[in-house]
């Protein structure tokens, strides 16, 4: 199994509908992310968690939402989808000894027509 | 606020050739950095990363990247190109092992056989 797992990989939606992309993670890290990656943009954080407890903006939150269900788990949510939310998003883990060290999911890419 | 930039969107060399890849960060201090590689239709894994110490720093598949204060860079080398190598190159900067990790928008690697 991967260290970190993304659901669903493909996802293809309508405008207005809310959409989840859930993440988990098995390698006991405390620090979870979610980015969103475009061409030409790179990876832009949406939002991040340093423990169960606390949840952080990053810099394109807005139209975004996410819960920190435990410690291995970390869901995106869109909650009236648009098409310019059409994107790869990537979940990543960090923490231990090396905290800062990411270890990326596989993707999950979202179409909203 | 912290940003990382790479100013070459896309890089073609032909396969052995040498190769480096630009990184620039604003910021005061001295961060914490890194490269990874995204291949076609994966999610991103760490080449490589400089915490402190010595500025040249050895990745896997035989990346090197150097740190240099003095220019706030942080580039990617490779004496030989394989054409595996082909790929999109992201560096990536966090502040104090407290922070996010902020990306920049990535290089993309073609190889020419």
């Known amino acids: 199994d991967a260290d970190v797992t993304q659901t669903p990989r493909n996802r293809i939606t309508k405008t207005g509908k809310r959409i989840m992309l859930e993440c988990s993670q098995t390698?006991?890290?405390?620090?979870m992310y979610w980015y969103r990656q475009d061409p030409g943009l790179g990876l832009r954080l949406i939002y991040y968690?340093?423990?169960?407890?606390?949840?952080n903006k990053g810099e394109i939150s807005d139209g975004y939402s996410v819960s920190r269900q435990a410690q291995a788990k970390f869901s995106l949510s869109l909650e009236s989808a648009i098409p310019n939310q059409t994107a790869l998003y990537f979940c990543a883990a960090g923490g231990g000894a090396g905290a800062n060290v990411l270890t990326f999911g596989a993707g999950s890419r979202l179409t909203v027509l | 606020a912290q940003s990382v930039t790479q100013p070459d969107i896309h890089i073609t060399v032909s396969e052995g050739a040498s190769l480096e890849l630009r990184c620039n960060y604003s910021?005061?201090?001295?961060?914490?950095l890194f490269w990874y590689v995204q291949s076609p239709g994966q999610g991103l894994q760490l080449l490589l990363k400089y915490f402190s110490g010595d500025t040249l720093v050895q990745g896997i598949k035989g990346f090197e990247a150097e740190f240099k204060r003095s220019q706030s860079s942080f580039n990617l080398r490779k004496p030989s190109v394989h054409w595996s190598d082909a790929a999109e190159y992201f560096c990536?900067?966090?502040?104090?092992?407290?922070?996010?990790?902020?990306f920049g928008p990535g290089t993309s690697l073609s190889v020419i056989p």
């Open positions: 910021y005061g201090a001295t961060p914490y």
């Open positions: 968690s340093f423990d169960v407890k606390d949840i």
């Open positions: 390698k006991g890290h405390d620090r």
């Open positions: 990536a900067v966090i502040k104090t092992s407290y922070d996010k990790v902020i």
